[in-house]
């Protein structure tokens, strides 16, 4: 697929396909990530792209103009492409959106800057999305998250298909199982049995309460949204169960 993100920090944006998953992405050729300079499409011979805000106050504002030629040319380059702009007024970013620009042919992501955009662009943006409820200096992080996100669900990008699957929120919308590498016991701990036993069955079981129990006990408001077939009934009955009888500490 292709990312364009449009910018004015552009090597900030470099930096996301730089290292790990995106990087790989882009060496497998599942992800052409393209960032813009948004100072490319300024009007002024000075290439500043912001003017004070009408109605006073302190700040300025990025201008429609500019904005506009790059969305036209990222557009020309890919036609149809979903336009996403992160601000905190956005949509919380969810792996559901991440999967769903993952499908997408081309997205471009608007970062603004300054106190933000001219109101008359809102009709060029398909979405908006957040990461939560807090500002930042610009959209530049928030595009490099989505980004990152995006990469590793493309295909060819994970070498372990499953391990997307299987982590947090992919796992049918739970939080992640806990895990465990070598050695066997580090500081008087001792890894649970169960993950030694070579049992896949019982492991399995084991991670499937671990993942409602880390669910139960973290995000609850979680839960509403999952439909639990009767063992993940049963294995959380058991988990509350355990955690109640032990003050929070369930071995097993
Ligand atoms: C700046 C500002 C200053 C004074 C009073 C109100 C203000 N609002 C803003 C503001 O929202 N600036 C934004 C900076 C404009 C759009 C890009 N910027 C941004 C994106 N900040 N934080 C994000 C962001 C994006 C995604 N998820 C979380 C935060």
């Given at each position: 697929?292709?990312?364009?993100?449009?910018?004015?920090?552009?090597?900030?944006?470099?930096?996301?396909?730089?290292?790990?998953?995106?990087?790989?992405?882009?060496?497998?050729?599942?992800?052409?990530?393209?960032?813009?300079d948004l100072r490319n499409f300024a009007q002024r011979a000075d290439r500043r792209v912001d003017e004070r805000t009408f109605g006073g106050g302190p700040?300025?504002?990025?201008q429609a103009e500019p904005v506009s030629r790059a969305l036209a040319a990222a557009h020309s380059c890919a036609p149809g492409a979903k336009v996403v702009f992160l601000s905190p007024q956005g949509a919380p970013l969810t792996q559901a959106w991440a999967e769903r620009l993952a499908a997408e042919p081309a997205v471009v992501l608007l970062c603004g800057r300054y106190e933000g955009m001219d109101e008359r662009l809102a009709g060029q943006v398909d979405v908006e999305l957040s990461l939560g409820d807090f500002v930042l200096s610009g959209g530049e992080l928030a595009a490099m998250v989505v980004v990152d996100a995006v990469a590793r669900l493309l295909p060819g990008v994970l070498g372990d298909?499953?391990?997307?699957?299987?982590?947090?929120?992919?796992?049918?919308?739970?939080?992640?199982?806990?895990?465990f590498t070598r050695p066997r016991e580090w500081q008087g701990r001792a890894v649970p049995?169960?993950?030694?036993?070579?049992?896949?069955?019982?492991?399995?079981?084991?991670?499937?309460?671990?993942?409602?129990?880390?669910?139960?006990?973290?995000?609850?408001?979680?839960?509403?949204?999952?439909?639990?077939?009767?063992?993940?009934?049963?294995?959380?009955?058991?988990f509350v169960a355990q955690c109640r009888e032990s003050g929070n500490e369930v071995k097993s």
């Open positions: 697929m292709r990312i364009e993100v449009i910018s004015l920090f552009p090597q900030l944006i470099e930096q996301v396909g730089a290292f790990g998953m995106a990087r790989k992405a882009v060496e497998v050729g599942a992800l052409q990530l393209i960032a813009t700040g300025m504002v990025l298909a499953a391990s997307a699957r299987e982590d947090s929120f992919s796992c049918g919308g739970l939080l992640d199982h806990p895990h049995d169960v993950l030694l036993s070579g049992d896949h069955a019982a492991i399995r079981r084991w991670r499937l309460k671990r993942a409602l129990g880390a669910t139960w006990l973290k995000r609850p408001e979680l839960l509403a949204g999952v439909d639990l077939d009767e063992e993940q009934q049963a294995l959380l009955r058991e």
